[in-house]
């Protein structure tokens, strides 16, 4: 198996990727020679800071779901919509291509992020050893397509502002729409927290024992 950099007495740099021998660094002060950034040899309390920003947004999740994101006031009519029946009434009126770009970034994605994530985090802090590369390679996945989530609150921004031009109508964000961007950021910070570098950590120690 390939030796890993903390195996050969280097550390990787999280910013520039800059492998560094750990008799370079300064002792209370390690920074990267390179871009300057802090720099370790794991991230500190990876995993209890994931397990608390996954918590998290899975509790949120469930507001941002049942409350409305948005409140469409026209001609003095009120009608508010929370992200499942923004999708049923998007499919309703024939717009299917933009009901799937919004199921895909406010359900899809969302549910997808936690759930890989709580299987990552879950597999680590039970030493699963079951394919490591393939994990790995989840992990690299869900932190690339995380920002995407925010497409919906950015819809709802635009159209907003759109809307308030015309003067004909009012479209207000509302909790659902906090509870969902509150989501979006939290689960890119649990991605941000765990550290994929523990996957095989827990294999080398099984290994030595």
Same mark, same amino acid.
């Not at 709802?156 to 989501?183: D, N, R």
């Given at each position: ?18 492998? %560094? ?80 770009? %919004? ?5 899809? %994605? ?7 994530? $709580? ?60 509870? $969902? ?29």
């Amino acid at each position: 198996m390939t030796r890993t950099a903390k195996e050969i007495g280097a550390i990787s740099c999280h910013t520039c990727h800059l492998l %560094v021998p750990e008799d370079a660094l300064h002792p209370q002060h390690p920074h990267c020679p390179r871009c300057h950034a802090a720099i370790a040899s794991r991230k500190k309390d990876s995993l209890r800071r994931t397990w608390a920003f996954l918590i998290a947004a899975a509790i949120l999740y469930i507001p941002a779901n049942i409350y409305p994101i948005l409140t469409l006031i026209s001609f003095g009519k009120k009608s508010s919509e929370t992200i499942i029946s923004g999708i049923l009434q998007l499919i309703h009126t024939g717009q299917w291509i933009i009901a799937a770009v %919004v199921f895909i970034a406010s359900v899809f %994605v969302p549910v997808f992020k936690i759930a890989a994530l $709580f299987f990552l985090a879950l597999s680590v802090q039970m030493n699963i050893h079951w394919l490591p590369e393939q994990r790995t390679r989840l992990y690299r996945f869900v932190e690339a397509i995380g920002r995407w989530s925010m497409i919906d609150v950015f819809m709802i921004s635009i159209l907003a502002a759109i809307v308030k031009l015309k003067a004909l109508a009012t479209v207000e964000a509302e909790i659902g729409a906090l509870a $969902f961007a509150a989501v979006v950021i939290l689960t890119m910070l649990a991605a941000m927290t765990f550290d994929p570098r523990l996957i095989w950590d827990r294999i080398r120690e099984s290994k030595n024992d």
